[in-house]
């Protein structure tokens, strides 16, 4: 990977479903030392306006790398389907993105309540006090890059789970309206190869970050000024601008996107050993794990 970029952002991405969700969080950085700023538009973003942010982007051709905190397929390989008996399982995740902005098109602000009623959809996730049939025991199914996210010591969440304040299914159902919405503009890495111009997203995970600016372990979600500084240090960022309200959302996309710019231009992590084409085709893979 010989690019470089000039910009680095990263969005905490939420899926809660209303106009303004409080979690959505969006970060930006030059290519110096200087420290991220968060952008926050009055009264918030919403998914349609970082939607439309990221299409601007485009437009403009800036050499922006993102960073997504979600999910943007479901495990795939571990039973050759994204939704195992069922004919319309999508057969990559291209074809998913599709077919979830379809299903959910009538639900406001990207949100995605009519796809999980639909009834052979909800088989196969965890909602509350409704556990589809197909969930499987336990954790449920994981990508290969979450069985990897675990084997580094992280704690990485079923997609199909959309139980509990850590669940990400929600997230990632959302996202995934967008990466639809973008198609053709923006493209994500691994699924498109790395263009020599204009944006590129790429799946991060903001535990993996704190773990490189050796956070310790459950004292990732940081909450104020002094601890998110000492974290920047660690990727020779400079001192944050203090910030009006702090909370694990704007703390992680500043702190993620720091590491994003420190770690973008290492090849290694654009190779990882374990990503083939199927993977790259269906399940994607998060930037970082190796």
Sequence with gaps: MKRLF????VIDWSGEAVA????????IAERDRRPPVLLRPDGGWSRGAVTDWLREHAQAGTRLLVG???SPAFPFLDQGAYFPGWDGSPADAVALW???DAMAQDDPHL???SLLRHAEMKRHFRLQRDCGDLFPAGRGRLRLCEVGQAAMGLSPYSCFNLVGAAQVGKSSLTGMRTLHRLRG???VWPFDPVPDEGPLIVEIYTALAARAALVPKGRSKMRDGASLDAALEAFGTAPHRPLARYDDHATDAILTTAWLRHVADDTHLWNPPGLTPPIARTEGWTFGVM
């Design 6 to 9: 000039e910009q680095f952002a």
């Design 20 to 27: 303004r969700p409080k979690g959505l969080a969006l970060a």
């Design 68 to 70: 997504l905190d979600l």
């Design 98 to 100: 599709a077919m979830v």
């Design 111 to 113: 949100s995605v309540g």
């Design 185 to 187: 503009a923006v493209p």
